[in-house]
């Protein structure tokens, strides 16, 4: 058996599995008198990680601005990937540039962020 479980569960863990390959698990029933038939998965079940990368963030707009500054405020994704959004990367490219570079991260999952030392008459995407 790859697991077993208490009379009472409705899961098990299945330690080993190779992340893309398709598996079927079939199930018995076990008391003192024996082993019961087994329930065999109808479809194999392929393994993955159920978590993903969240989506991106929507809705980011200045919220307010100076001539070397700008405070950016968006929304949520509208998915997490399954998993608690820990904190946000804040981006930039100037109008010529050819990247975007990394000018702050959040160091909690707030929405907003507040962009120093921005050269004054530049264009900059974000």
């Not at 993903?52 to 601005?65: E, G, R, S």
């Not at 010529?96 to 991260?105: A, L, N, P, S, T």
């Amino acid at each position: 058996p790859c697991g077993e479980a208490g009379p009472d569960d409705r899961e098990a863990l299945v330690d080993g599995l190779t992340e893309g390959k398709k598996y079927k698990f079939r199930i018995k029933a076990v008391n003192k008198e024996g082993e019961s038939d087994p329930l065999e998965s109808d479809e194999p079940i392929t393994a993955k990680n159920p978590y993903t990368v969240p989506d991106p963030p929507k809705n980011v707009v200045i919220d307010d601005w100076d001539n070397v500054s700008v405070f950016l405020k968006w929304e949520t994704p509208d998915s997490d990937g399954g998993r608690p959004i820990t904190h946000y990367v804040v981006e930039q490219k100037g109008k010529y540039d050819i990247d975007f570079i990394e000018v702050f991260q959040t160091t909690e999952p707030i929405c907003e962020a507040s962009i120093q030392n921005l050269k004054e008459g530049q264009i900059y995407e974000f």
